[in-house]
């Protein structure tokens, strides 16, 4: 059965307007949720793939957030819009600057005061990434003087990183494939970030291992911006029934994680 924890009272709430008022309610939404008469979903671009990156294509986007705001979009009855964006960091910040409507994005104690999250939809478990012909094995032979660790920008795995490792010092990129291209070139001994995503880099970069160890785990959910209620109301009551109806799970299998299990809360 499945339980988003905290957010009951949101789906009730949603569930409750819509059956009284179903076409006031439906204009009073569009209004909140987007004022600009498109949904404006927030999306992170790389190469990395995964639950939260997107990247780019000839025509457009692809990846979980794109599949899941375009349903979303079609179920509010206005077109969809994506604005891009270099790091998770650089969405929170927009979020209260009104740069987007809706996002899909790793949430922390940091972010939970700037943002409002529904449902999380993925969990994933953070480690690193070994550059090729290093002699590290595990986080102990790992977290030592000397050692370089690249992380991105105001993420959370990059808070994590700095709070596990004691000894290795963490570099801040703005990007992932800056840190990406350093890690290739064997000019940082490790790379922070999910494991899917690392196991996935691994196989471009021979001689790279990803370490079986867990640092921290990642949760990525629904975001809207504060003071939202409707919007967070609909956005919580959509991801529900996304778990519950497989569209979830097809947004996973159609963007390369058909051997991903759905890890939600």
Same mark, same amino acid.
């Given at each position: 059965?499945?339980?988003?924890?905290?957010?009951?009272?949101?789906?009730? +709430? &949603?569930?409750?307007?819509? =059956?009284?008022?179903? *076409?006031?309610? $439906?204009?009073?939404?569009?209004?909140? @949720? %987007?004022?600009?008469?498109?949904?404006?979903?927030?999306?992170?671009?790389?190469?990395?793939?995964?639950?939260?990156?997107?990247?780019?294509?000839?025509?457009?986007?692809?990846?979980?957030?794109?599949?899941?705001?375009?349903?979303?979009?079609?179920?509010?009855?206005?077109?969809?819009?994506?604005?891009?964006?270099?790091?998770?960091?650089?969405?929170?910040?927009?979020?209260?600057?009104?740069?987007?409507?809706? +996002? &899909?994005?790793?949430?922390? =104690?940091?972010?939970? *005061?700037?943002? $409002?999250?529904?449902?999380?939809?993925? @969990? %994933?478990?953070?480690?690193?990434?070994?550059?090729?012909?290093?002699?590290?094995?595990?986080?102990?032979?790992?977290?030592?003087?000397?050692?370089?660790?690249?992380?991105?920008?105001?993420?959370?795995?990059?808070?994590?990183?700095?709070?596990?490792?004691?000894?290795?010092?963490?570099?801040?990129?703005?990007?992932?494939?800056?840190?990406?291209?350093?890690?290739?070139?064997?000019?940082?001994?490790?790379?922070?970030?999910?494991?899917?995503?690392?196991?996935?880099?691994?196989?471009?970069?021979?001689?790279?291992?990803?370490?079986?160890?867990?640092?921290?785990?990642?949760?990525?959910?629904?975001?809207?911006?504060?003071?939202?209620?409707?919007?967070?109301?609909?956005?919580?009551?959509?991801?529900?029934?996304?778990?519950?109806?497989?569209?979830?799970?097809?947004?996973?299998?159609?963007?390369?994680?058909?051997?991903?299990?759905?890890?939600?809360?």
């Amino acid at each position: 059965m499945l339980k988003w924890r905290g957010l009951g009272a949101a789906v009730l +709430a &949603f569930a409750a307007v819509v =059956a009284a008022t179903n *076409g006031a309610y $439906a204009a009073s939404l569009k209004d909140e @949720i %987007a004022p600009t008469g498109k949904l404006r979903v927030a999306i992170a671009t790389s190469t990395a793939g995964g639950a939260f990156w997107c990247t780019r294509m000839e025509n457009g986007y692809a990846g979980v957030p794109v599949d899941l705001g375009k349903a979303m979009a079609a179920q509010v009855g206005v077109p969809v819009e994506y604005v891009e964006y270099h790091t998770s960091g650089e969405i929170t910040d927009a979020g209260a600057k009104g740069g987007w409507d809706v +996002a &899909f994005l790793p949430k922390d =104690a940091e972010r939970d *005061g700037k943002l $409002a999250f529904g449902p999380v939809y993925d @969990i %994933a478990d953070a480690t690193y990434i070994i550059r090729s012909g290093s002699t590290v094995t595990n986080f102990a032979t790992l977290d030592q003087d000397g050692t370089e660790v690249a992380a991105i920008e105001d993420t959370t795995t990059l808070r994590s990183a700095k709070a596990h490792l004691k000894k290795a010092k963490v570099t801040v990129f703005k990007t992932y494939d800056e840190a990406f291209s350093l890690l290739a070139a064997g000019e940082v001994d490790a790379f922070a970030l999910s494991r899917d995503q690392l196991n996935e880099m691994a196989k471009k970069l021979p001689g790279t291992k990803v370490l079986d160890e867990t640092f921290a785990k990642t949760s990525t959910a629904v975001a809207v911006p504060p003071k939202h209620p409707q919007a967070l109301a609909f956005v919580t009551k959509f991801m529900t029934d996304a778990k519950s109806n497989g569209a979830l799970r097809k947004a996973f299998d159609d963007n390369g994680l058909k051997d991903a299990p759905l890890r939600t809360q």
